[in-house]
C-alpha cells in the first residue's frame, strides 16, 4: 500500500510503498477513504520545537484524521463489523487509569496518540485500536466525516464554557477556531466574534455561520470587543500569547476562558486584573469527550444546525503531498483533505 511516512527525524515526509498491515486481537483494519491534514501534522512535517519533543513515532506512517472502511477485524473486536463506515478518535485510551475509570479517557494518564505514536492514517490501510473507532451515521457525507475528529475540539471547546446564550470571542479563524465558532452558533450562543489576520479565512468563517469576523491588523479589539460585544466567554485557539493578552481584559467579570491553542514556549498574563479580579475560569481541553462530544456533533450535523462545508478547502491525492502541506501551511486554505 501508498503510504506518507515520517522516515527520519528532521522537515520533511516520503511516500512508501509498505505492506498491508494486519489487525492484532484488538484491533481493527481501515480501508482509508480521505484523511485530513492537522495542524499537529504541519508540526511534525516540519519537524519544529514541539514535534522533536512530542514522542513521535520515526519511521512511522503521519496522519489521524480520516473516514474509513471496516475491511478486517481482530479475533477480539465485537464492536464492529466488516463494512463499517467509521472515522477515528485520535485518543487512544489505556481503560484502566484512575480518569479512564471516571469518565475521562481522553486524558488517559496513560493516553497514546493515534498517527503520532502509532502508524496513522495518510495511507490506503491503517490499523486502529477498535476502542477509537466510531461509526459514522449514513447521513453524514464522507468529505464531512474525515473531519470530525477535529471539529470535534471545537464542538468540546463549546461544551466546556456552556456557552447557552453567552457571547462568545474566539481567537483565531483556522480549522479549530472556525469549527468552535459554527459549534457555539449550534449550540445557541448570543453571539460570536472571531479575529483572524487572514481576511481569507475571516471570509471561510462567515460562510460557515452568522459570526461577525473581524482583522486585528485592520480593527482595534478596543472598539470590537466593547458595547454589546463584551465577551462572556473567550475561546483561543491561536497559541499565539499576543492574541491572548490583547483579548483577555476585555473578558466579561464572572467569564470564562477555554484554551485550546498549543503555547510554543511560557505566556506572559495579567492574572490578577484579567482573572482573579474578575473571579474568572479558565480551561484547557484537550480532544473530544469520549463519546458525549461526537454524539453531539453528530445530532448537530444531522439536523443541519452546524455547516462546515466552506471550510474544506481544498481536496487532493496524497501523492501531492507536498502541495497539500504548503497549501494547509500558507493559511491559503482552512481544512485540506487528502484522498490516498
Ligand atoms: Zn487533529
Ligand atoms: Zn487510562
Redesign the pocket.
Known sequence: MRALAKVNPGPGATIQHREIPIPKDNEVLLSIKIAAICGTDLHIYDWNPWAANANIQIPGIMGHECVGEVVDIGRKVTSLSKGDRVSVETHI?????Q??LSGK?HI???LQLFGLQTNGCFAEYATVPAICVRKIPSSIPDEIASVLEPLGVGVHAAQKADITGKRVAVLGAGPIGIFSACSCMALGAESVSISDIQPNRLKIASECADVTAWNPLTSKSTDVLTGTNIPDVIIETTGNERALQEALPHLRKGGQVVLAGLFPGNVSLNLSNDLVFKEATLYGIHGRRMWSTWDLMEDLISSKKLNIQPALTHHLPLEDYKEAFQISHSGEGVKVLLTP
Open positions: 485510551p489505556c481503560g484502566h487509569c480518569l479512564c479517557p488517559c494518564e496513560n
